[in-house]
């Protein structure tokens, strides 16, 4: 499309043949990696300077650089199912770990029909929006129908790195889009198993519901496993759990955690569930040890976690956006008006955000419906398993990549906009704060940093801090919210010897 192909670079291979000597060429893929990463880098930023999130400079990136773009890489590393889209999906599975390990089961207690009600609007609005709208450009039910469950799915790793951005991962809030999320993602999945039955033109129930019991099977198993892990973990104690899991020994640890989450997602693709609940659950699971999340942001943290979820949305998301689909004139305004259905389908969802006589209510409303907006990589994925089928064709899918790409671009705009309501005295539950002298933990628990932590435990006390609640006395550590450190591992406070 730009005119400007790696192809087109002369190599030193092809004036040395036969010798091998293909360093010129390395030497190219070398500077196109480094100014594909510093450009999403770059563009990352100015985005959050216009009050967006990084991710949206990211995508446009990828779509630059695309297999229609500008040819700095060779072609087959652009391609979707390249190299740089397989070792892109490593930072989404980075970022949906994340999620499930900080994910709070007790919302499922406390509000599990809020959340169900909440991730089924997700599903039905898009699709009862989009068939009219369809139906109004001159396409057949069919084609509208399906154009609709292009439009059901929300982005798992979108969300968790939006709330991420914002620091609400770990809130009320943050906790009850980032579980409606998954269960949109999972139903998402039983949506594609229906279209792939339509596009076999035979019907099957048991292919339809295959997905959706294997993947209620493999979140009670993941439940199971980690009330078990839990009970381990408690007899253990917490000097065994300080022995193996902190220190010198994290990263024999993360080789444990790292082969069981790839283990739980293989699994759970082969099941006939998503491999991306597997990755989730998994998180789930290793949630149990009070240590797990500190190793991982010691192990990952800011040196691993940004780079790799860069190259996810700029390669795997970025790549996947045919632009010469969205460049014809014919199909424009046909998606720009099944984008503005695409955003108010998941927009509603944000009415099971609490009650409608709950102070507060229409802000978090418009909240929590825009965090729901974004699509990802599984809708892109639908949108191509349908056009290959035969269900969606050229114009209907220019539409659905149009919806795709705006509410994507849109959402987190959205969300960002209406975050800045939001009152700034109150802290947010589970915010990170360190204000004179005061200390609040990931567990939004209040102490005093001066000798003596009230819930908390400085000075050898923990009151209301231990496992189960009981005291905690540890020479030269400290328990802190269920978790362990050492005193030269322990973030923001020091521990004085006993």
Same mark, same amino acid.
């Given at each position: ?45 100015? /985005? ?6 990084? @991710? ?64 089924? /609007? ?31 799915? /929300? ?61 209620? @099977? ?130 509603? /969802? ?69 975050? &800045?309501?939001? &009152? ?75």
């Amino acid at each position: 499309m730009f005119g400007v192909s790696f192809d087109e670079v002369p190599t030193l291979s092809k004036s040395l043949e036969g010798m091998g000597d293909n360093t010129q060429e390395v030497l190219w893929m070398i500077i196109g990696m480094t100014t594909l990463m510093w450009c999403a880098w770059a563009a990352g930023h100015i /985005t959050e300077k216009f009050g967006g999130p990084a @991710l949206v400079g990211e995508i446009f990136v990828g779509m630059l650089f695309g297999p229609d773009g500008i040819g700095l890489l060779p072609k087959y590393m652009r391609v979707v199912g390249g190299p740089l889209d397989i070792i892109g999906t490593t930072g989404l599975l980075i970022l949906v770990y994340e999620g499930g390990l900080t994910t709070n089961l007790n919302m499922f207690k406390t509000h599990g029909p809020q959340v169900l009600s909440l991730a089924f /609007t997700g599903i039905i609005m898009p699709v009862v929006f989009a068939v009219p709208v369809m139906m109004l450009f001159g396409f057949s039910f069919l084609e509208s129908f399906t154009s609709g469950t292009v439009l059901c799915s /929300t982005a798992i790793a979108f969300t968790v790195r939006l709330l991420q951005d914002n620091k609400l991962l770990k809130t009320h809030k943050g906790q009850l889009i980032i579980i409606s999320a998954v269960i949109d993602d999972i139903m998402s999945l039983v949506v594609l198993a229906v279209l792939n039955v339509i596009g076999q033109h035979h019907f099957s129930l048991s292919k339809i519901l295959w997905p959706l019991w294997t993947s209620a @099977l493999i979140f009670l198993l993941a439940l199971g496993m980690k009330k078990l892990l839990g009970r381990v973990v408690e007899d253990c104690g917490e000097h065994c759990l300080s022995k193996y899991t902190t220190g010198r020994m994290i990263p024999l640890f993360m080789s444990f955690v790292t082969t069981f989450t790839l283990l739980a997602t293989y699994g759970s693709q082969r099941a006939g569930s998503t491999y991306l609940l597997g990755t989730y659950m998994a998180g789930i699971v290793l949630s149990a040890i009070p240590t797990a999340e500190d190793a991982w942001e010691i192990s990952v943290g800011d040196a691993i976690r940004p780079w790799f979820s860069r190259l996810f949305f700029t390669a795997t998301v970025g790549f996947a956006i045919p632009l010469d689909a969205l460049v014809d004139p014919s199909n424009i305004a046909c998606g720009f008006v099944l984008t503005l259905a695409a955003i108010a389908g998941k927009f509603l /969802t944000g009415a099971w955000s609490g009650s409608p006589s709950s102070p507060g209510y229409m802000l978090l409303f418009v909240q929590i419906g825009s965090a729901m907006v974004g699509r990802g990589e599984l809708g892109f994925v639908v949108a191509k398993m349908a056009l290959a089928m035969g269900l969606l064709h050229e114009a209907s899918f220019s539409a659905c990549i149009w919806a795709l790409l705006l509410a994507t671009i849109l959402g987190p705009f959205m969300f960002q906009y209406f975050l &800045k309501f939001d &009152k700034p005295s109150k802290k947010q539950h589970g915010e990170e704060n360190q204000t004179n002298g005061h200390y609040q933990n990931n567990d939004g628990i209040n102490g005093e940093i001066n000798g003596h932590q009230t819930n908390g435990g400085v000075n050898g006390h923990q009151i209301n801090g231990g496992i189960d609640g009981q005291p905690a006395y540890i020479k030269q550590g400290i328990y802190q919210a269920n978790k362990v450190y050492t005193t030269d591992q322990a973030p923001l406070i020091s521990v004085p010897d006993i």
